[in-house]
């Protein structure tokens, strides 16, 4: 048995300063800025959730949690059965919290890197339809509200976690020198990237812990203009570009990388692989992108 996980549902983010957030998340990455019942939060949507990415004000810029959705009440109750089993230590969330997150339950638990995830059911949606600043239409549905790469310590044990304990689905692999964190000399760290839906991976993880507790967050639209607009926003809002426009191999986006307040990077892009796990077998990609996404821009 494992955890029958739906989708990425929300981030929440800790921040020192919520108004560098609301001019990144609005001006330039195009997200609609909600309403919500804590007073100094920050709420955004890109769909008809109520809200997506939420900014907490805090003393420290970090990744404060990430939310997946599960069916209902039964497959969050499983979930918690199969957690406890584990050994993995949960807790409830309290009714201040299931109001602010509106949603109906919730659970917490840590990763054994320390990343906090947020098992929840009966999210809120609005009826009102969204419109967001640039009108740019975001890819969310059975998909969930994007992907996130976190920072782990040991690529093999969150394997083993992220996939036996938590249910993700193995979607492809890219190594790297394992000197580069820590290893011996000529064995390979990995870069590990994971599926619950059709989106082709909604959770991957790279073996180098940071403080922002993220090494991304991903955001996908419809239309290729709108990232195209959205790179533009950048250059005028002067916000740090991470990485160039590029494809991706293993899901064949069409992206660029921009740092966010946050600390940690978010990719904004367009025509995400689609995956039918009847159909698909998990490989290596040689390489990070087809074309494009030069790093570098960001290291100057």
Not at 173 to 198: D, Q, T, Y
Request: some cysteine; proline content about 5%; charged content about 25%.
């Amino acid at each position: 048995m494992t955890i029958d996980l739906k989708s990425m549902g929300y981030v929440r983010v800790s921040s020192t300063d919520p108004e560098q957030w609301r001019t990144f998340a609005s001006k330039v990455l195009g997200l609609a800025e909600g309403r919500g019942p804590t007073e100094g939060q920050l709420y955004f949507r890109i769909d008809q959730v109520s809200a997506r990415l939420v900014i907490v004000p805090a003393d420290v810029d970090r990744l404060e949690c990430v939310g997946w959705e599960v069916a209902d009440h039964r497959a969050l109750q499983e979930a918690r059965e199969h957690l406890v089993k584990a050994g993995v230590e949960v807790e409830d969330g309290t009714p201040e919290e299931l109001a602010d997150r509106r949603v109906q339950e919730l659970l917490r638990f840590r990763d054994p890197w320390d990343n906090v995830f947020e098992l929840f059911h009966g999210i809120t949606y609005e009826a009102r339809p969204l419109v967001t600043p640039y009108a740019a239409r975001f890819v969310t549905g059975d998909q969930g509200m994007g992907h996130v790469v976190l920072p782990v310590g040991d690529d093999e044990q969150a394997l083993e976690f992220y996939r036996d304990t938590l249910g993700f689905r193995l979607r492809d692999s890219m190594s790297m020198p394992g000197e580069f964190v820590g290893k011996e000399p000529g064995s390979k760290a990995w870069l590990r990237f994971l599926g619950i839906n059709p989106r082709h991976h909604s959770l991957a993880f790279l073996p180098m812990p940071n403080d922002s507790k993220c090494v991304h967050i991903m955001f996908e639209v419809e239309d290729l203009d709108d990232v195209g607009r959205a790179l533009e926003r950048v250059r005028k809002h002067q916000a740090p570009l991470s990485a160039t426009l590029g494809r991706h191999m293993n899901d064949e986006m069409v992206s660029f990388y921009v740092r966010s307040p946050g600390g940690f990077d978010v990719e904004f892009g367009t025509e995400g692989l689609q995956v039918d796990d009847q159909k698909w077998v998990a490989r290596e990609s040689t390489a990070v992108s087809y074309w494009g996404h030069d790093f570098s821009v960001g290291q100057s």
